[in-house]
């Protein structure tokens, strides 16, 4: 099991952790020790956003490769990297704290910039072959990988920054200034609401269809 601390990745074997950190002038170590986010690709290679940047441990080679730039285009990226997200066909989506969402790929130690959606991204997920991104007071709906713009709804509520919205088949959970609203994405007709006020995580559990809600109080649950 891999986890992200504010002082390193933490690896636990099932008898002890073995702990990576930053290494002074070794650019194949890990990009920052402050974790802020994690995901496996489909090849076993572990994603690690920091609060500086994005790098990917190659289980193959056991070292780290930092996000500097890709094949196809200069990514100089020292932001902070909110939510990872792996997809099917081998890529990656991520957010950062610029509101940036990118997909990008990783092949033997270069990057390959797949798509980018630039400014206003404050959440997104991908269900389906569907890329649920929720920007500038709208929620879009793409075909993914295609990014072809399906669907586009108006929000006439204030999104809350920097968290992720949750798809809980077919609906969506999208977490706003007022609490967290439920938005169906088959019919597009917004649901009840949920008193939720400061909420910082929302998780969905498809297999109990319920909806876990963690706020600055204690964490609430609804089915």
């Known amino acids: 099991m891999w986890f992200g601390t504010q002082d390193g990745l933490n690896l636990y074997d099932g008898y002890s952790f073995t702990v ?7 650019n194949k170590s890990i990009r920052d020790n402050f974790i802020l986010s994690l995901a496996e690709d489909t090849a076993g290679n572990i994603w690690i956003g920091t609060r500086n940047g994005l790098c990917v441990y190659d ?30 066909n081998g890529s990656v989506l991520f957010k ?11 092949e033997n130690g270069k990057f390959i910039n797949i798509a980018t959606i ?32 399906k669907q586009t709804i108006a929000c006439d509520y204030k999104l809350r ?13 999208v977490v706003h200034e007022a609490g967290v609203a439920e938005l169906n994405c088959e019919t597009f007709q917004r649901g009840n609401l949920a008193d939720c006020l400061n909420t910082t995580c929302i998780l969905a559990d498809e297999e109990n269809h319920s909806v876990w809600i963690g706020t600055e109080k204690p964490i609430v649950t609804g089915k």
């Open 20 to 26: 990576y950190r930053q290494a002074q002038n070794d």
């Open 59 to 88: 289980k193959k080679l056991q070292c780290f490769y930092s996000l500097i730039r890709t094949e196809n285009k200069i990514m100089q990226y020292h932001a902070q990297i909110l939510k990872i997200m792996s997809t099917e």
């Open 96 to 106: 950062d704290a610029f509101d940036n969402l990118v997909n990008v790929r990783y």
């Open 118 to 149: 630039t400014t206003g991204v404050t959440g997104f997920d991908l269900q389906k072959g569907k890329l649920y991104v929720i920007r500038n007071k709208q929620l879009q709906i793409y075909d993914f990988p295609q990014y072809t713009l």
């Open 161 to 173: 920054k920097n968290v992720a919205s949750i798809l809980h088949s077919p609906v969506m959970w």
